[in-house]
């Protein structure tokens, strides 16, 4: 812990992930949102280049979904699926098991975000083998860099360093491995696994959006039909078109046998995720007569259901995947066409609407900027009238499949000149080294 003298303690909202200098500055505090801009609590409007946190996918203010929503509210405020099962519920499902274009998944579990999603796969992919009396199957592997959020379950499987030994999260049963390497995943293979119950995969990892290769996902497919372990595909990001598919799995050389979505599913309106299980497994528990012990109080509402089944339709009424390709090809050539006049080297990752522009230290290229100059490139370019998304050593680039040409435009505009005043400041530079902080730093 620093020595620094305390400030006295001011009370209110302690907003996560924020520093105590941020917490009650107006230029942070959001105000209201509308289309695909935002206001701050300082009266500034910025147009938002991360659609939310990566959830708002057909920008502020939709009226079907509100309109849905609300109706729910009015007419059935709150019915669970806790014991019992409800009609919004059951409505969201179907239109949840109609994405994929597949019979292959039979059941949707409601969650309520990301991360108790995610903590209810982890339970679920290790009670399958033990029905079938396997109990000593119960390793699950993620990702080294990746994020699945961050309650104690998932924070296990994120595989960033945030902590988790800190916290006591329980590391034992989980390893992780470095992405597009299928040799470490081989080796796993050989050393463990009969005792490897799944494997989690984001298929572009959110933090850096890091595609994993068409020959990556060859071996984790043949993976899977020589060991039988289930393969998880955490689209809580990718999901809802994100990458161009509904569903970044899709391509996938073999489906996913259970499929997490989350952040595009209500366009941002509701606290909401869903878990898309392979009708194989569904039999399997069928025919065992057994339960999966999770429950939310919260899933499956009728409001967060609405808010499914709307957001699904207006995704069809607006074209949602065709406007987001073209606003995916827009910002692609407008990323290129910008990289070489910025006062420092870049280089680009990700697909689709999931992109982040990797910066050099100007003075030393090759060299990834550090996270100050990240920070001062995030606020540069908000102040410049944009809001985009830290990222390793990079900003990511997340918007709206609803956006324009001209509003790819507009913040390209915001990033170049955030990059000028940055670089104006000697801001891109690495600092003098100090000693270490502590800090943790978290992508989403
Ligand atoms: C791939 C992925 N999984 C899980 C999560 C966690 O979701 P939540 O914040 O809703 O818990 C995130 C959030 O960014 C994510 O990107």
Redesign the pocket.
């Known amino acids: 812990m620093s020595a620094r003298p305390a400030d006295p303690v001011r009370r209110g909202l302690w907003p996560a992930l924020m520093g105590p200098a941020d917490r009650d500055r107006d230029e942070l505090c959001l105000v209201g949102a509308t289309g695909h801009q935002v206001r701050f609590a300082d009266g500034r409007m910025a147009l938002c280049g991360t659609s939310g946190?990566?959830n708002t996918n057909l920008g502020y203010g939709n009226e079907a979904i509100t309109e849905a929503a609300a109706g729910a509210l009015r007419d059935a405020s709150y019915l669970s699926v806790f014991r019992y099962s409800n009609e919004y519920a059951r409505a969201a499902a179907e239109a949840l098991l109609a994405l994929p274009g597949t019979e292959h998944y039979a059941r949707v579990l409601f969650s309520t975000?990301?991360?108790?999603?995610?903590d209810a796969v982890l339970k679920l992919v290790r009670q399958l083998p033990a029905l079938a009396g396997q109990t000593g199957r119960r390793t699950v592997v993620g990702l080294l860099g990746?994020?699945?959020?961050?309650?104690y379950g998932?924070f296990s499987l994120t595989g960033e360093n945030l902590g988790q030994q800190l916290y006591g999260v329980d590391p034992r049963f989980v390893r992780h491995v470095r992405p597009n390497v299928p040799a470490d995943l081989v080796e796993l293979f050989e050393r463990e696994g009969p005792r490897i119950a799944a494997v989690v995969v984001?298929p572009v990892l959110?933090t850096g959006t890091v595609e994993l290769q068409q020959g990556y996902l060859d071996t984790l497919v043949a993976l899977r039909d020589e060991w039988g372990f289930l393969l998880v595909a955490?689209?809580?990001?990718?999901g809802f078109g994100r990458t161009g598919p509904m569903f970044a799995s899709s391509t996938w050389p073999g489906r996913p046998d259970v499929l997490?979505t989350?952040?595009g599913m209500t366009n941002g309106t509701s606290?909401a995720?869903a878990i898309l299980v392979s009708e194989a497994i569904v039999e399997c528990f069928d025919r065992h007569e057994q339960i999966l012990v999770h429950a939310e109080t919260q899933a499956g509402t009728p409001v967060s259901s609405a808010a499914v089944v709307a957001t699904i339709a207006e995704f069809e009424r607006l074209g949602a995947l065709r406007t987001g390709a073209a606003a995916a090809v827009a910002l692609d050539a407008g990323l290129r066409r910008l990289q070489p006049g910025l006062p420092a080297p870049t280089s680009l990752a990700g697909r689709g609407l999931f992109r982040t522009l990797h910066v050099q230290d100007p003075d030393a290229p090759g060299t990834p900027v550090p996270g100050s100059a990240v920070a001062a490139l995030v606020t540069a370019v908000r102040r410049a009238g944009a809001v985009v998304h830290p990222g390793p050593a990079g900003i990511q680039l997340i918007p709206p499949l609803t956006y324009t040409h001209a509003d790819v435009d507009q913040l390209l505009e915001c990033v170049t000149a955030g990059f000028e005043v940055v670089a104006a400041q000697g801001g891109l530079r690495a600092p003098a080294p100090t000693a270490p902080s502590g800090a943790l730093e978290v992508?989403?």
């Open positions: 946190l990566w975000s990301g991360g108790a999603a995610n990746s994020y699945h959020g961050l309650t998932s984001e959110g955490d689209e809580v990001a990718t997490v989350s952040k606290a995720a992508a989403s």
